[in-house]
């Protein structure tokens, strides 16, 4: 697994970051990306930037400080570029399509590891993320495991979905959420999913599935719409710019409902 993290807007660099938990004294709020097919971690938070100018710049008189962190994908699909995917599939077989996801269970496995301390128990565990940004396949992946894995409902992550859609070998999964009594995520968990209207990927119609199954599962969901296809906004045009400080606002939104937690576990609520 290969882990490459940034601080604020710093250079990329190659190093593992330190375990920092929920209830960390620094007031580090720690975000998790999964980049798309044909990327990788590094090449991911680069193009997260205006993202991460629009928050630093929010926060700029807080005490707190966002911290990125993105993992590339196991499967190398180009001998050229630094290109991996989370799975591999059949030639001309789309994710929203296919049958299976060939090496979905290492990368479902190397997020929970990044996810979960090594120390990790059963009881009061500490996660190591408090949101978890997904695009395209990542976001699929994403979705797909959120509905699947105990561990992953059980914490108190926000997540974001950029350019979603159906992760057909688990819609049975999907579906059967909002009838399932077992599942452990909890109500009002926080989901936004990012929605290009000219994507032409990963069409609207089918992260809009994505969104229903969570929304009748009892997640609070929302979608911000935005005018440019299959990429994340990036704020160089009005429209862009206006997606991108929806998606900073509902961040900052998360770092404060993180902050009431702490300051209520400190206070012994």
Not at 83 to 109: C, H, K, L, Q
Not at 136 to 142: F, H, K
Not at 179 to 191: L, V
């Amino acid at each position: 697994m290969h882990r490459c993290c940034l601080r604020s807007t710093s250079t990329s660099t190659a190093v593992a970051a330190t375990t920092t938990s929920l209830h960390d004294e620094s007031g580090d709020f720690r975000i998790l990306c999964l980049h798309g097919k044909g990327g990788n971690g590094e090449e991911f938070l680069k193009r997260l930037l205006p993202l991460r100018t629009m928050l630093d710049d929010s926060l700029a008189d807080s005490t707190v400080s966002i911290k990125w962190e993105a993992l590339t994908a196991p499967y190398q699909i180009s001998d050229t570029d630094d290109a991996y995917a989370w799975w591999t599939m059949s030639p001309g077989v789309r994710s929203f399509n296919a049958d299976e996801y060939i090496g979905f269970d290492e990368s479902a496995s190397n997020i929970m590891d990044a996810l979960l301390p090594s120390d990790a128990s059963t009881s009061a565990t500490k996660y190591n993320y408090d949101l978890i940004l997904g695009h395209s396949q990542g976001a699929i992946l994403l979705s797909a495991l959120l509905a699947t894995n105990v561990e992953l409902q059980r914490s108190n992550c926000t997540y974001i979905l950029n350019g979603a859609a159906w992760p057909n070998p688990f819609k049975k999964s999907l579906t059967s959420l909002s009838e399932q009594t077992q599942h452990e995520i909890k109500k009002g968990t926080n989901m936004l999913f990012v929605m290009g209207q000219t994507d032409n990927i990963n069409p609207i119609e089918s992260a809009k599935q994505v969104h229903d199954s969570y929304q009748k599962a009892g997640l609070d969901v929302s979608i911000v719409y935005h005018e440019g296809g299959h990429s994340v906004p990036n704020g160089r045009d009005p429209d862009s710019e206006r997606a991108l400080g929806d998606i900073c606002d509902f961040i900052l939104q998360a770092v404060s409902e993180k902050a009431e937690r702490v300051d209520a576990s400190d206070r012994g609520i």
